[in-house]
């Protein structure tokens, strides 16, 4: 669960990037985090993969209260976490089976559960046949679903997509989507960043719209709604 609870945000070049932000997010949604370039999406995703602390209000991600958090806490509230990036952020020298093995290994897991967990990743991004393929072999939508796997493998309890359809075609971007929902649906969190209008109005989601460091609408519906207001 997220909540971010009065929370604040002013960078040190005086840019006040959030202004009193109140936002829960329960276990098992789906929440679209949709608004112009500059509106504070890129904060929220910040603070609460505790890359930036809030300048005021408190924020409680997976049981976390990253307001007072630790150093040596940090990893471990991340790992509740799986992000994805528009980016795609692969090894290239890597194949896609030793990409999520080096995630797997990153936080101690072991040969057999290695065996167990990547075969059943792969199948549910379908990409249970290009396991020993690298990232130049694949396409833009293959190497997004890769990165939708990375970030599934350590079984997190929330899925954070910024952007993830970002360098996608239309098509591409619709499956991609459609994943993600699927994967919601096997009971993973999911919170998706993102500024494409048409593909949130393709989906009956929970819509949140931040402008100028403020949420001025929260609700059920398509990211057009908004603009009546």
Do not use: W
Request: aromatic letters at 6%; zero cysteines.
């Amino acid at each position: 669960m997220i909540r971010l609870i009065d929370v604040y945000k002013e960078y040190e070049n005086g840019t006040k990037a959030l202004k009193g932000v109140n936002l829960r997010i329960d276990d098992g949604e789906f929440v679209f985090l949709v608004g112009p370039s500059g509106s504070g999406k890129s904060t929220v995703l910040k603070l609460i993969t505790a890359e930036i602390a809030p300048t005021d209000g408190r924020l409680m991600v997976n049981g976390y209260n990253l307001t007072n958090i630790t150093p040596k806490q940090v990893p471990h509230m991340r790992r509740t976490l799986g992000v994805i990036f528009q980016d795609f952020r692969l090894i290239e020298k890597k194949t896609v089976y030793e990409n999520l093995s080096f995630a797997m290994r990153a936080i101690g897991a072991s040969n057999r559960e290695l065996r167990r967990r990547i075969p059943y990743v792969l199948q549910l991004v379908g990409l249970e046949q290009k396991g020993n393929r690298y990232p130049g072999q694949l396409s833009g939508g293959e190497q997004q679903r890769v990165a939708i796997a990375r970030a599934l493998v350590n079984n997190p309890s929330m899925i954070i997509a910024d952007e993830p359809t970002g360098n996608l075609d239309p098509q591409r971007s619709l499956e991609i989507m459609m994943l993600l929902e699927r994967i919601n649906e096997l009971g993973t969190t999911v919170l998706v960043v993102t500024h494409e209008k048409n593909l949130v109005n393709r989906f009956t989601k929970r819509v949140v719209v931040i402008e100028n460091g403020r949420i001025i609408s929260d609700g059920m519906g398509g990211y057009y709604n908004v603009e009546k207001i």
